[in-house]
Nanobody
Framework: QVQLVESGGGLVQAGGSLRLSCAAS????????MGWFRQAPGKEREFVAA????????YYADSVKGRFTISRDNAKSTMYLQMNSLKPEDTAVYYC?????????????????WGQGTQVTVSS
């Protein structure tokens, strides 16, 4: 079992920045690729970004490319999502997830463990 806890969400004005963190425990962090997903009210959960087990490979949804940066620190068992130039349409609950697909994955079905989510609200 892997336990994941997100933090860093909040309310920010459009154009602002937030940094989300995802702290992992329970198993060796570097045994997993990691990802961020988000879910807005009335919408399906969608892929945001992913990172391979080593951090060498990263992947982004087109909607966040150039604004968000995913990273990880295996020594601290923590993943991050730096979000810049935030837009109202980025408002959602953000979830971190762990996958055994070590290269990283865009697909929700490839993720085994999930955090409880953190709310991000961007005001216009």
């Amino acid at each position: 079992q892997v336990q994941l806890v997100e933090s860093g969400g909040g309310l920010v004005q459009a154009g602002g920045s937030l940094r989300l963190s995802c702290a992992a425990s329970g198993q060796t962090f570097s045994n997993y690729a990691m990802g961020w997903f988000r879910q807005a009210p009335g919408k399906e959960r969608e892929f945001v970004a992913a990172i391979s087990w080593s951090g060498d490979n990263t992947y982004y949804a087109d909607s966040v490319k150039g604004r968000f940066t995913i990273s990880r620190d295996n020594a601290k068992s923590t993943m991050y999502l730096q979000m810049n130039s935030l837009k109202p349409e980025d408002t959602a609950v953000y979830y971190c997830a762990a996958s055994r697909v070590l290269r990283g994955s865009y697909f929700l079905r490839d993720y085994t463990y999930w955090g409880q989510g953190t709310q991000v609200t961007v005001s216009s």
